[in-house]
């Protein structure tokens, strides 16, 4: 390359000159351009090599996808607030030793970051421990809240299956002591209530406990040291088929082949209250003080999801670990069943869509007397919901709008942008959601088109016998009827025919 040659010679003008002792002044004028030229020519070199993309577990999210987001945050945010959550925020990232040790094994999939201004810095891992954080710090002991947020894992992305490393969490949770089930109950409702109100397809609730898993690992003979690690083997059964589990926990975790062999008699039951009342008749688990307690409570847990009428949803299943360390009590998860669509030939599979439980000792290991503060709360998986919804919306080609607009200002006439000016410029002073088109004498069937292609259903529109009539001719985008409105009733016409849209 001719840029590379001129560099070349650059550089061997300034050996000769260093080599022949030459003035100063001189040697540093040509190094100077010497390093110019350096500097150009690697700039081209990155010019040519820069790669657009978005990094690798992440995406950008067009109008299209952002209204469908939206829509789900819509519900979602209005179930949590039926229910009488608080709204709180914290920062995106955290002390790193306030995230070390909460999440088992899957503390490996934190990102860190560089040493900022003499901090270990951490991105969050999910919105749970932050809010154990803050409570802590608050000295907070009863508070009923919800976080929207993104949350960052150092993850291997399956992006078609809504896995990222950035992603949205929707938490809600009850904190402070209150009597057995009542909230874990109210959280398994919300659930219920959002996964309904989505219309994702059928699914399912698991509840278990870690009391019980903790108690069943003891009967079984796994040794203390080795609950949590068999712990995270058994959340694979979801993945994994039975045998693959037990290899791993034989193999890789030294369990011994006997007890692994007892733990596959549990893990493979499910059910409801009758599973829950053989369990609590069943001669070794009975005799377990951490597993009797759970059972207890679990059968409380049933009675009230009686009430509430939604047990058709749950099931009790001994296979349900979920792997992080902070849980003490009931854990779930809900997952999706087979997706039906008459358009897609594979059904669109994304597993949980949905989990929580009861994380007692959490905020005591942030406050510094080690004070409790009892909690139970529910995550919501939206970016795989956003997969089925963004799947589904594809398959039935059905046209998402990207905006609210209401109406779009239109003139039928030349030279009437002032009046155009105006008149939107009194629907958005009345709270009415307006556009018009940029242009000064926009052609009439250009500015209905507009409003096919972008899905307004109404049109203002504005000409010179209008003006003299103090009327403005609203047409509905969907029908082409065409009624004049008197300019002083036209917010209000706006606002009747948009509420039944």
């Excluded at 406050?367 to 995550?379: A, H, L, N």
């Amino acid at each position: 390359m001719a840029e590379e040659a001129a560099v070349r010679a650059q550089a061997e003008t300034v050996r000769r000159l260093k080599q022949d002792n030459a003035d100063p002044d001189e040697i540093a004028k040509e190094v100077t351009k010497l390093l110019e030229m350096k500097a150009q020519l690697g700039a081209d070199e990155g010019k040519q090599k820069f790669v657009l993309k978005t990094p690798k577990g992440t995406r950008d999210f067009g109008p299209k996808e952002m209204a469908i987001r939206e829509r789900a945050f819509k519900a979602i945010i209005s179930c949590f607030k039926r229910h009488g959550a608080e709204v709180i925020d914290t920062p995106v990232f955290e002390l790193k030793e306030t995230l070390t040790g909460k999440y088992g094994e899957d503390s490996k999939l934190i990102y860190d970051l560089k040493d900022q201004g003499g901090e270990l810095l951490s991105l969050r891992y999910d919105l749970t421990v932050p809010f154990a954080r803050y409570l802590a710090m608050n000295k907070i002991t009863n508070i009923k809240r919800y976080h929207i947020a993104k949350v960052y894992r150092r993850d291997n992305p399956a992006m078609t299956r809504g896995r990222y490393r950035e992603f949205y969490q929707c938490d809600f949770d009850i904190a402070g002591q209150f009597d057995p089930m009542i909230p874990d109950a109210e959280c398994l409702k919300i659930v219920h209530e959002i996964l309904s109100d989505l219309q994702l397809g059928d699914f399912v609730i698991k509840v278990n406990d870690r009391r019980i898993l903790d108690g069943m690992f003891a009967v079984c003979g796994v040794p203390d040291s080795k609950f949590r690690t068999i712990c995270s083997s058994v959340d694979k059964l979801d993945k994994m088929p039975w045998e693959e589990v037990r290899s791993e926990m034989v193999g890789e975790k030294g369990l011994s082949p006997e007890a692994a062999d007892r733990i596959g008699e549990y893990v493979q039951l499910h059910g409801g209250l009758d599973l829950i009342e053989r369990l609590l008749q069943d001669p070794k688990l009975s005799q377990n003080k951490l597993a009797k307690e759970g059972l207890g409570d679990m059968k409380l847990l049933f009675e009230y999801l009686t009430l509430f009428g939604i047990t058709g949803k749950v099931s009790f299943d001994l296979s349900l670990a979920r792997g992080l360390d902070y849980y003490t009590g009931v854990i779930f998860e809900a997952v999706l069943l087979q997706q039906e669509n008459e358009h897609v030939e594979e059904p669109v599979s994304v597993g949980s869509v949905a989990g929580g439980g009861r994380y007692d000792g959490l905020v005591g290991m942030f406050d510094p007397k080690g004070r409790k503060v009892p909690c139970v709360g529910v995550s919501i998986g939206i970016e795989r919901i956003f997969s089925i919804l963004e799947q589904r919306l594809e398959a039935s080609e059905e046209k998402v709008r990207t905006t609210e607009t209401q109406v779009l200002v239109a003139s039928a006439q030349k030279k009437l942008l002032e009046e155009r000016l105006k008149l939107i410029s009194e629907l958005w002073d009345a709270g009415i959601k307006a556009e018009m088109l940029y242009k000064k004498n926009p052609k009439l069937l250009n500015q209905l088109q507009y409003c096919e292609d972008t899905g307004i259903p109404l049109v203002a529109i504005v000409g010179e016998q209008e003006l003299k009539d103090g009327v403005v001719k609203l047409r509905i985008v969907a029908t082409r009827e065409e009624v004049s409105v008197p300019r002083e009733s036209l917010v209000e016409e706006i606002r009747i025919r948009t509420s039944q849209c």
